[in-house]
Each structure stands twice: as C-alpha cells, then as structure tokens.
C-alpha cells in the first residue's frame, strides 16, 4: 500500500554539497530528538520520528534525507552519508507522470507529449551531467535548465538535495501564509522556504 509522502527539493544546492547538507541535517534532527539516529531495516528506509508531538500535529511518520549518488550507511548507532547511492536526483509522483511549465512561456509539458522529446532527453542527462539538463520547450523553443522548469501540480522537481516527510500530503506548505507550516519547513533547514514541494507516495 503506498503511503502519502511530501517532498521538499531544494533546486539550487549544487551536487558537490548535497551530502555534506544531509549529514548536517542528520545531526541538527538527531541532536534535537527529532528522528532516530537509524534508518529503518529496508534499503533507502527514512529514519523514524521520535518527537511524538510532530507527529501528532503533522502526520510525519518519517523523515528521508537524500543526496545524489550517496547512501546511508551505518556506523555503530549513528549513520553516515557516504558515496556510492542509487539516488539520482528526480523526484516526481510514484507512478512518474508529472507536468512541468516552461519558465519563459508557462506552457505546459508532460512526458509522452508531442515535442517531449527534449524532456525526456534531460532527464537522462540529469543523471550524468546536471549542468547540462537543458529543455527545448516546444512551444517557444527556448533552451532552459530543467530545474527552473515548476511543477503546478507539485509533482515533480530535480535537485541534488531532498527531505521526504512520510505519512502525509503536507499541503500547507504551498500555503505562503501558513505560519505553522513555515516554522516548520525552517525546522527542516529550509529557511527561507524556497525548496521546491512535491507530493508524492512511496
């Protein structure tokens, strides 16, 4: 059964930093009582949530922290980010059907549409060489990097850093007025709550 999942992407974060950002939230959410210092039994699991008023209040079950090509291992009762992960960096809804919006027009495009072949393309380059996603919109034909290309549906972003909050559609977050909501996204390091929302499943 797939569970309600919310992810915050952050866009901008280059690859060389992603790991180092998600040991230093690790330590920041350990350090605090947030989650477990380790991750569930299966591979790629979140780390559970201690704070029991989070959950009560949100809904978080669970708490992911991911970094392009890195992993989590073990090291005694902690864990340690470290190379070697299957993690690529594309975060959309689990079935992976998603539309974007060209940043120059706002046309909007999906994967399967007429002209997607550009699309397509960069999501493969993505994989290997980030710098160099570039999307063809078919409607204007201007060349723009995919990670400036938005989600309206919030259901995809690219990005070399993520938070996935399990158990639940936070949609208070794409509420710019929910205070609640921005404290909450502070907590979780993105302080000036301008990582990308996407509502996924898992």
Same mark, same amino acid.
């Given at each position: ?37 380790l991750p569930g039994m ?10 029991? /008023?989070?959950?009560?209040?949100? =809904?978080?079950? #669970? $708490?992911? &922290? %991911? ?85 309206? /549906?919030?259901?995809?972003?690219? =990005?070399?850093? #993520? $938070?996935? &909050? %399990? ?36």
């Amino acid at each position: 059964m797939s569970q309600p999942t919310t992810l915050l992407v952050d866009t901008d974060l280059e690859r060389d930093d992603a790991a180092a950002a998600a040991n230093a939230l690790y330590l920041k959410l350990v350090g605090d009582g947030t989650i477990s210092p380790l991750p569930g039994m299966a591979e790629d699991a979140p780390f559970e949530v201690l704070d029991r /008023r989070l959950t009560a209040d949100t =809904g978080i079950t #669970a $708490i992911g &922290l %991911h970094a392009s090509g890195h992993r989590w291992r073990l090291e005694g009762q902690a864990a340690e980010m470290v190379d070697g992960g299957r993690e690529n960096g594309i975060f959309c809804r689990y079935d992976g059907s998603f539309t974007i919006r060209c940043p120059q027009c706002l046309a909007p495009l999906s994967p399967g549409d007429e002209g997607s072949d550009a699309l397509e393309e960069a999501l493969i380059v993505w994989c290997d060489s980030p710098d160099s996603a570039f999307v063809a919109c078919p409607n204007c034909s201007t060349w723009t990097p995919l990670t400036t290309w938005q989600s309206p /549906r919030h259901d995809f972003a690219v =990005g070399h850093f #993520a $938070i996935s &909050l %399990h158990g639940v559609h936070l949609h208070a977050f794409t509420d710019h007025r929910n205070h609640a909501a921005m404290a909450l996204r502070q907590r979780l390091g993105d302080l000036a709550s301008d990582y990308t929302v996407v509502y996924s499943s898992t």
